[in-house]
């Protein structure tokens, strides 16, 4: 895992790889490592919080740092979850989520806390982005495997997702190569594939 200045030379890294990864305000940098959450400080390999996930469980899928200090973890194995946790450990949030698959490391990606306090969870193999509350419930889906963008077979796996101001959703879909931005009932705004660029 690493950090390239502008000229592409590293200027951080660690061993490994990672998955999510923010570089805090700090400059302490955040990630997902395999079954744990680790933030580095800035500049060095020394571990200055972690989180390991749940036993059952086999890899962390995303982790984000919120202002109050929590930190949202997704777990993908046969218990996923979405939960925050305190600075000092203790869940603030935690429920299962449905990612409508057995594929451990297919289940979900780039997990995000709305303003509103719910939470956007793309399920790649569920070809839908779920909007959950913080109890669990799912409120809203928008759908991937839309015939104009190809169906199913062009495999348009959610991998991010992002809540835009004026409530439409950019999506990510890895594997079917596109860029989506999908209205507040699933329709598709706009999109860029391979064959734009």
Known sequence: TAIFD???KVIWSVKGGSRD???????NILICEGKRVVEYKKGTDQIVW?????????EVAAAWRFDDGNTLVVENGVAPRLFEVTPTGELAVDFPLQPETDNIHM?????????NGNYLVPHLLAFAVKEYTPTGEVVNVIKTDLEELGGREQRNWPFTAIRKDDGSTLVNLTNGNKTVVFGRDGEVLWKCDNSDV
Do not use: F
């Open 6 to 8: 502008e000229d592409s």
């Open 50 to 58: 972690s989180y390991k996930i749940d036993p059952r469980n086999k």
């Open 107 to 115: 289940q979900s990606r780039m997990a995000r806390k709305l303003p």
């Open 21 to 27: 990864g923010t570089v805090l305000a700090n400059g």
